[in-house]
């Protein structure tokens, strides 16, 4: 089954403990991004790739890391997370093809909370 | 900066209507439009548009794009209550960033 999965779903942490969460694509999928979605705010973006070990800031790079060594794992570092970045995050990916992308597939989420 | 912008914010309407769901935006270096569905999970794609005056349809849903008045719209027709969702617009520009507006949080009452 074609799919995007995110690891963990849930996640509780403290402040300034290092944290990964995984993102993974059985689609071949060319581009690959990480958001973050927030009550009033809606669904902005952190960072994304276009291909394996090209990665780019998006509106809201700060206090995160990324790194795309493999075409079908784009995951998102947390060097020391603080409160504010208690979010819902999803990954999402999609063909790159013509200079266009192609629908994007969103992973089911993960929801973290910072404490 | 720039800025994706949707309005209403939201919308209570009964089942068999027709509703209009807007979307303005200011970017640089536009490339294309996209349309999500979000229910109580990941967003689900709807649409991606490119070019200025070509509708997009899909079932009841149907979308179109005016590059020249940086507005789209998303129509939904005999409205039934799985519609009741939140409906995000997004632009990506030619950098390949996306931004997306607030959405908008569709109800439909049988």
């Known amino acids: 089954e074609a799919q995007v999965t995110q690891n963990p779903r849930y996640l509780i942490t403290v402040t300034g403990k290092k944290l990964t969460v995984t993102c993974s694509q059985n689609m071949n999928h060319e581009y690959m991004s990480w958001y973050r979605q927030d009550p009033g705010l809606g669904l902005r973006q952190i960072y994304y790739?276009?291909?394996?070990?090209?990665?780019d800031k998006g509106d809201v790079p700060e206090g995160y890391k990324v790194s795309r060594k493999e075409k079908r794992n784009f995951p998102l570092i947390l060097e020391s997370p603080s409160p504010n970045q208690t979010s819902l995050y999803f990954c999402?990916?999609?063909?790159?093809?013509?200079?266009?992308?192609?629908?994007?597939?969103f992973g089911p989420g993960t929801r973290l909370t910072v404490t | 900066e720039d800025k994706v912008v949707q309005s209403p914010l939201s919308l209570v309407v009964h089942e068999g209507d027709t509703v209009t769901l807007n979307c303005s935006y200011e970017v640089t270096n536009f490339r294309s439009l996209l349309w999500y569905k979000q229910e109580k999970k990941a967003p689900t794609f709807l649409f991606m548009l490119?070019?200025?005056?070509i509708e997009k349809k899909s079932g009841r849903l149907s979308s179109i794009l005016d590059k020249k008045e940086l507005f789209s719209i998303l129509n939904i027709t005999a409205t039934q209550t799985g519609d009741s969702a939140v409906y995000l617009c997004a632009t990506m520009n030619r950098d390949d960033k996306i931004i997306f507006g607030k959405g908008t949080r569709l109800h439909i009452l049988p």
């Open positions: 999402a990916s999609s063909l790159w093809f013509s200079g266009r992308m192609g629908e994007q597939y």
């Open positions: 490119t070019s200025s005056g």
């Open positions: 790739s276009m291909n394996v070990e090209v990665t």
